[in-house]
């Protein structure tokens, strides 16, 4: 199969990067495949590239509806056929967009998890040709994962409607635990892994020690230029911080999940753009961002996890020219992030009340309720019931991971519009400029039954086929509705509760260990990698990561401030353990090894004799001839 050239003729790219062509002929050929690429390493090439070159329609499972709805468009640039199923889609969209699939020479179906077990898309699903299923994000499939997510699982079952088809699964975060986990989960014939190193070789780690943060900010932002993100964890402080760089000369905006859609876009177009220098923000943001040039990731406060901040911290420097990723630490952090393990696995019996209460809440007696969905106000609820809103939310993650209910914290509600006017009074009675008079046709021309009901609409694609860009059809789809010709419902994000299953009696509530005793053990181990990161003194900081992921015998990065600190300490404690452990790794094998491939591991000269003087004194090798092998 020539694949450059599908790369070539779609892509315009003359050859593959890393391990994309290994990828690539794996899946091609039938294979289930894993496929390990870091933040940058061009994963979605992995599966186009294929899908195009074969018959039938690639199903791509990624929970990310934003980045699915951005992938759609840009392969339809391109004359890619492709559509998308999420949440908030009306029951008539989903039907078109399956029938194209099963009859329109579609190449892509992009759906979330969530919709891989609904009853419209499980029966049109027999009458597709799927050329193989793509899972995006597939480390949320695994209970060790550090994003679990309970409707992953479908996905084996969907596997055994499709028994022949292949999967290729992608991620940029996991340990070799993980990887292990997510090939049982699919139900992989036999291992097939390809890992890209997680190596980012441009990328500066830094861990700043400050009393003010706030300063440090202003500090570290005034002395290096260029795009930067700042993670926070609290929504106001997004704002706070976004504030403070304002008043301070720095242009900047912030974003967090409970943010307006529209807003959301404004913003993030205003900093992908160059428009605002900064963007602080909560994790909601960052997933599927396309910025190459981000010179720092800041973490402000730390995550709960090294795949957490090693994917935030990833989305700087993609460009290959030098980035920063800084993490601030104040003595309290320590204390702070120990705390989150009792935030995120609150008592046993205090989950069973949260479920108890929402009973109440919906006025849901027992036995009734499964399959009923509301939208769902966390504060209000917490407010209603004098609860504690971090650890409340968690239990709304446990009881979902348990099966009791479905939380989603972002489910997105579709634009919605209905002509108010009729056709006939449409031109007659009002006074319609050029470029509203643009939208309407394009409305007209695209969506049936406007007159009658609601339609959803989907101001992106509005946009490309009226020729008008989205700001100006956002105000003008605005004004026709102050003029009262339509009503427009602009799409939105609001929480969700979904029973999915009959209410039962509280005590009859399971939290099983493997969802609860387990998986806390788990968050707590990650806590703690955490905390050894942050705390570290004499270790590089890139190899510290590259080891959490499974990757050993990397040399020290020579760029962190670790690294730094001790370039000028003589056979330092942080080199000699690195050129060990590498050394190490090479004679693992037990057979002899000439001086040549000792010396291509680029250990330092006047460290090396030092070295195998002391491996051969451990006992852990002799010197025989010249050559040197291993215990």
């Given at each position: 199969?020539?694949?450059?050239?599908?790369?070539?003729?779609?892509?315009?790219?003359?050859?593959?990067r890393?391990?994309?062509?290994?990828?690539?002929?794996?899946?091609?050929?039938?294979?289930?495949t894993?496929?390990?690429?870091p933040?940058?390493?061009?994963?979605?090439?992995?599966?186009?590239?294929p899908?195009?070159?074969q018959?039938?329609?690639c199903i791509?499972?990624?929970?990310?509806?934003?980045?699915m709805?951005?992938?759609?468009?840009?392969?339809?640039?391109?004359?890619?056929?492709a559509?998308?199923?999420?949440?908030?889609?009306?029951?008539?969209?989903?039907?078109?967009?399956l029938d194209?699939?099963?009859?329109?020479?579609?190449k892509?179906?992009?759906?979330?998890?969530?919709?891989?077990?609904s009853?419209?898309?499980l029966?049109?699903l027999?009458?597709?040709?799927?050329?193989?299923?793509?899972?995006?994000?597939?480390?949320?499939?695994?209970?060790?994962?550090?994003d679990?997510r309970?409707?992953?699982?479908?996905?084996a079952?969907?596997?055994?409607?499709?028994?022949?088809?292949p999967?290729?699964?992608?991620?940029?975060?996991?340990?070799?635990e993980?990887?292990?986990?997510?090939?049982?989960?699919l139900?992989?014939?036999?291992?097939?892994?390809?890992?890209?190193?997680?190596?980012?070789k441009?990328?500066?780690?830094?861990?700043?020690?400050?009393?003010n943060?706030?300063?440090?900010?202003?500090?570290?932002?005034?002395?290096v230029?260029?795009?930067?993100?700042i993670?926070?964890?609290?929504r106001?402080?997004?704002?706070?911080?976004?504030?403070?760089?304002?008043?301070?000369?720095?242009?900047?905006a912030?974003?967090?999940?409970?943010?307006?859609?529209?807003?959301?876009d404004?913003?993030?177009?205003?900093?992908?753009?160059?428009?605002?220098?900064?963007?602080?923000?909560?994790?909601?943001?960052g997933m599927?961002i396309?910025?190459?040039?981000v010179?720092?990731?800041?973490h402000?406060?730390?995550?709960?996890?090294?795949?957490?901040?090693?994917?935030?911290?990833?989305?700087a420097?993609?460009?290959?020219?030098t980035?920063?990723?800084?993490?601030?630490?104040?003595?309290?952090?320590?204390?702070?992030?120990?705390?989150?393990?009792?935030?995120?696995?609150?008592?046993?019996?205090?989950?069973?009340?949260?479920?108890?209460?929402?009973?109440?809440?919906?006025?849901m007696?027992v036995?009734d309720?499964?399959?009923?969905?509301?939208?769902?106000?966390?504060a209000?609820?917490?407010?209603?019931?004098?609860?504690?809103?971090?650890?409340?939310?968690?239990?709304?993650?446990?009881?979902?991971?348990?099966?009791y209910?479905?939380?989603?914290?972002?489910e997105?509600?579709?634009?919605?519009l209905?002509?108010?006017?009729?056709?006939?009074?449409?031109?007659?009675?009002?006074?319609?400029?050029?470029?509203?008079?643009?939208?309407?046709?394009?409305?007209?021309?695209?969506?049936?039954?406007?007159?009658?009901d609601?339609?959803?609409?989907?101001?992106?694609?509005?946009?490309?086929?009226?020729?008008?860009?989205?700001?100006?059809?956002?105000?003008?789809?605005?004004?026709?509705?102050?003029?009262?010709?339509?009503?427009?419902?602009?799409?939105?994000?609001?929480?969700?509760?979904?029973?999915?299953?009959?209410r039962v009696d509280?005590?009859?509530?399971i939290?099983?260990?493997?969802?609860?005793?387990?998986?806390?053990?788990?968050?707590?181990?990650?806590?703690?990698?955490?905390?050894?990161?942050?705390?570290?003194?004499?270790?590089c900081?890139?190899?510290?990561?590259l080891?959490?992921?499974?990757?050993?015998g990397?040399?020290p990065?020579g760029?962190c401030?670790?690294?730094?600190?001790?370039r000028?300490a003589?056979?330092s404690?942080?080199?000699?353990?690195a050129?060990?452990?590498?050394?190490?790794?090479?004679?693992?094998?037990g057979?002899?090894?000439?001086?040549?491939?000792?010396?291509?591991?680029?250990?330092?000269p006047?460290?090396?004799?030092?070295?195998?003087?002391?491996?051969?004194?451990?006992?852990?090798?002799?010197?025989?001839?010249?050559?040197?092998?291993g215990?």
């Amino acid at each position: 199969m020539d694949y450059r050239s599908v790369l070539s003729e779609y892509f315009g790219y003359d050859s593959f990067r890393s391990i994309q062509e290994d990828i690539i002929r794996s899946i091609g050929s039938g294979r289930d495949t894993l496929g390990l690429m870091p933040t940058g390493g061009g994963k979605s090439i992995t599966f186009q590239v294929p899908a195009l070159a074969q018959e039938g329609v690639c199903i791509v499972v990624t929970p990310l509806i934003a980045l699915m709805k951005d992938q759609v468009a840009r392969l339809r640039e391109r004359g890619i056929k492709a559509t998308a199923i999420y949440s908030g889609m009306s029951r008539d969209n989903i039907v078109a967009a399956l029938d194209n699939c099963i009859l329109g020479d579609y190449k892509f179906l992009y759906i979330s998890p969530e919709r891989l077990t609904s009853d419209i898309f499980l029966t049109k699903l027999r009458r597709m040709r799927v050329s193989f299923i793509t899972i995006d994000e597939s480390h949320c499939i695994s209970q060790w994962g550090y994003d679990f997510r309970p409707s992953y699982l479908a996905i084996a079952d969907i596997r055994k409607q499709l028994p022949h088809t292949p999967i290729l699964a992608l991620t940029a975060t996991a340990t070799p635990e993980v990887v292990k986990d997510i090939q049982q989960r699919l139900l992989f014939e036999k291992e097939n892994v390809f890992r890209m190193s997680f190596e980012r070789k441009n990328l500066n780690y830094v861990v700043r020690h400050t009393e003010n943060k706030d300063n440090e900010v202003l500090h570290i932002l005034q002395s290096v230029p260029g795009s930067a993100i700042i993670y926070v964890r609290n929504r106001d402080k997004t704002r706070e911080i976004a504030q403070l760089l304002e008043a301070n000369g720095i242009s900047a905006a912030y974003y967090h999940a409970g943010i307006d859609t529209r807003d959301k876009d404004k913003r993030q177009r205003l900093w992908t753009e160059g428009n605002v220098r900064v963007m602080v923000a909560t994790n909601a943001f960052g997933m599927g961002i396309d910025k190459p040039d981000v010179r720092m990731v800041i973490h402000y406060e730390m995550p709960d996890s090294p795949e957490a901040y090693y994917q935030e911290a990833g989305r700087a420097g993609r460009d290959g020219l030098t980035a920063y990723a800084v993490l601030l630490y104040t003595p309290d952090d320590k204390r702070k992030l120990s705390r989150r393990v009792s935030d995120n696995y609150p008592d046993k019996g205090f989950i069973r009340s949260i479920y108890e209460r929402l009973g109440y809440y919906y006025q849901m007696a027992v036995g009734d309720g499964q399959g009923c969905h509301y939208d769902f106000d966390l504060a209000e609820f917490c407010r209603a019931y004098h609860l504690p809103l971090v650890q409340t939310e968690s239990a709304l993650r446990l009881l979902t991971q348990a099966g009791y209910i479905r939380y989603e914290e972002e489910e997105e509600h579709t634009s919605r519009l209905r002509f108010i006017v009729t056709r006939d009074e449409l031109y007659r009675r009002y006074d319609i400029s050029d470029t509203s008079d643009q939208i309407i046709r394009a409305l007209l021309r695209l969506y049936s039954g406007v007159f009658s009901d609601y339609v959803f609409i989907d101001e992106k694609y509005l946009s490309e086929m009226s020729g008008i860009d989205l700001e100006p059809l956002y105000e003008a789809l605005l004004g026709l509705g102050r003029a009262r010709v339509v009503h427009y419902i602009p799409r939105r994000t609001c929480p969700s509760v979904t029973f999915t299953c009959k209410r039962v009696d509280t005590h009859r509530i399971i939290i099983s260990p493997a969802i609860y005793e387990e998986r806390k053990a788990s968050y707590a181990t990650r806590i703690e990698a955490m905390k050894e990161y942050v705390l570290a003194e004499n270790q590089c900081r890139s190899r510290m990561l590259l080891r959490y992921f499974g990757e050993r015998g990397a040399a020290p990065c020579g760029k962190c401030d670790n690294c730094r600190k001790h370039r000028s300490a003589e056979h330092s404690a942080l080199y000699y353990e690195a050129y060990r452990e590498m050394l190490a790794e090479l004679l693992a094998d037990g057979q002899p090894h000439t001086m040549d491939e000792v010396r291509a591991l680029h250990i330092e000269p006047e460290v090396l004799p030092r070295l195998l003087q002391h491996l051969v004194e451990q006992e852990e090798a002799t010197l025989q001839d010249g050559l040197i092998i291993g215990r």
